[in-house]
């Protein structure tokens, strides 16, 4: 009896210890968190549970120092304060959605510090359960990562110089095959008009030469101001005009495009639509794809009537700009790859850079580009960019 006595005594001491030493963790475990949340390099956020309007019940000193904002100024308020004119609301829906779902986010965008300032912060969301499986919190780690964006962007930038350097040797060989043909007539015709001056000369001759040698002159001053518009410092707050630059894009290339046996069709539902954003990298954007038509038609050994359709459509407040060629069809599966960097269809002769280009410049203006077989026979690139 007394030895059972004993051996219960044992274990109510053995089980005591356990819970003291349980109860010990767990408070540790509560200080060891809180000071890890109040010593993290990142900024920690945690908000209530209410999914369409969570209040912010603690923030983190780095938080503090990231935003600018007092810890009085933030608890009780939802963190949208936050956010503005550049956040991505694409991105703020897909949080929503997570929110709603009680699901992990994580996402990237513009926020605002307290004096207005943008910064560039990474952060993944988590909802917290407590032991019954109920929604307490949401808990957010943030990152500033400003400072890797702007040197992707950057790079971003060498990449475009870049790929407009090579743009601007291909345009300075396109206009030198321009303006031989109308030098030649200028020179034929001042030798003929010479050659009359002395001889049978009538004022109905010279007229019709003076009227040729301005149609030929206008011609060579349309490309010579299309190439320096092209060359213009990039300005992205400007607006334009896109049937305009289309039809400056394709004075410099008509010539190019007419050696080599390619025709163009361009029709437009409007006469004038204006886009926000820079007109030369708008260019850039045609330039590319008419040139990479223009190397697939030169790759087929087959004869077709070769041709390049551009058609402009307005849905909704978007403008939809559908350039389709005959070509043969980008052979790359899946087709999308043709916008990633270093991926060329045109092998070695290619350089990987041009179309990552342009999908980047339709980025920047706030728009999408994509791109689809059209039929058997050629590529449609389907650009979609919001009207001013």
Excluded: C
Excluded at 378 to 383: A, H, L, P, Q
């Amino acid at each position: 009896m007394g030895l059972k006595h004993s051996e219960n005594s044992l274990r109510y001491k053995d089980l005591q210890m356990q819970n003291n030493f349980k109860n010990i963790l767990e408070d540790s475990l509560k200080n060891i968190s809180l000071m890890a949340f109040e010593q993290s390099y990142s900024s920690v956020v945690i908000t209530s549970a209410d999914v369409d309007n969570p209040l912010v019940i603690y923030v983190n000193p780095a938080f503090i120092k990231q935003t600018g904002y007092s810890y009085e100024e933030v608890i009780g308020r939802n963190p949208k304060m936050l956010q503005g004119e550049n956040t991505d609301r694409a991105v703020i829906d897909r949080l929503k959605k997570a929110l709603q779902e009680r699901t992990f986010f994580e996402g990237t965008t513009v926020n605002y510090k307290k004096d207005g300032s943008e910064y560039y912060v990474e952060w993944n969301i988590s909802p917290i359960f407590d032991d019954k499986g109920e929604l307490n919190y949401f808990i957010s780690f943030q990152t500033d990562i400003t400072s890797k964006v702007k040197l992707t962007q950057k790079n971003e930038e060498l990449l475009l110089q870049q790929s407009k350097l090579a743009t601007v040797g291909e345009l300075m060989n396109a206009m030198a095959h321009q303006w031989k043909q109308p030098l030649s007539v200028i020179h034929a015709l001042s030798h003929r008009l010479l050659r009359k001056i002395d001889k049978d000369f009538r004022v109905e001759d010279l007229q019709t030469t003076l009227e040729t040698i301005v149609e030929q002159t206008t011609f060579m001053n349309e490309t010579i101001s299309s190439f320096q518009n092209f060359l213009r410092p990039i300005d992205i707050y400007n607006s334009f005009d896109i049937n305009k630059s289309i039809e400056e894009t394709l004075i410099l290339m008509q010539d190019e495009l007419m050696g080599k046996s390619i025709s163009v069709e361009f029709s437009s539902v409007e006469d004038s639509l204006e886009v926000n954003g820079s007109e030369n990298e708008f260019k850039q954007v045609i330039l590319n794809i008419l040139s990479n038509a223009r190397d697939a038609f030169l790759m087929q050994n087959k004869s077709i009537k070769r041709k390049i359709d551009i058609e402009l459509k307005v849905k909704d407040s978007f403008i939809n700009i559908d350039i389709i060629d005959n070509a043969g069809g980008i052979k790359m599966f899946p087709i999308e790859k043709i916008f990633e960097n270093n991926v060329s269809s045109k092998g070695a002769n290619g350089t990987g850079i041009g179309l990552y280009i342009v999908k980047k410049i339709i980025t920047r203006l706030k728009g999408e580009i994509n791109v689809s077989l059209d039929g058997d026979t050629g590529t449609r690139f389907s650009i979609l960019l919001p009207l001013k």
